[in-house]
Nanobody, 119 residues
Framework: QVQLVESGGGLVQAGGSLRLSCAAS????????MGWYRQAPGKQRDLVARITSGSTNYADSVKGRFTISRGNAKNTVYLQMNSLKAEDTAVYYCAALGVLTLHTRQDYWGQGTQVTVSS
């Protein structure tokens, strides 16, 4: 059983910073990529940032403000969010993509953490 646990969301004023953390646990042989997605009320879930062993990619709306990184601990990922804007308000979901376990290769999602930016 693979689980993703997120932390670090909250309420912040525009221009402020937050750091999201995510740790994947379980019997995991490999993960193709880890990433952060977000979903605002009434909107679809969109990619924010994704990291593989060799590259990162970001949504245009967060380039230069957000940084995704892998932790020293295995299967952890962080999202440093700076210069936050009101439009960044959403539920942020951690994703582990292409997770190889004993029986399957599939994607897993965290429960989501609320980020609210007040203007």
């Amino acid at each position: 059983q693979v689980q993703l646990v997120e932390s670090g969301g909250g309420l912040v004023q525009a221009g402020g910073s937050l750091r999201l953390s995510c740790a994947a646990s379980g019997t995991i042989y490999s993960i193709n990529a880890m990433g952060w997605y977000r979903q605002a009320p009434g909107k679809q879930r969109d990619l924010v940032a994704r990291i593989t062993s060799g590259s990162t990619n970001y949504a245009d709306s967060v380039k230069g403000r957000f940084t995704i990184s892998r932790g020293n601990a295995k299967n952890t990922v962080y999202l440093q969010m700076n210069s936050l804007k009101a439009e960044d308000t959403a539920v942020y979901y951690c994703a582990a993509l292409g997770v190889l376990t004993l029986h399957t290769r599939q994607d897993y999602w965290g429960q989501g953490t609320q980020v609210t930016v007040s203007s």
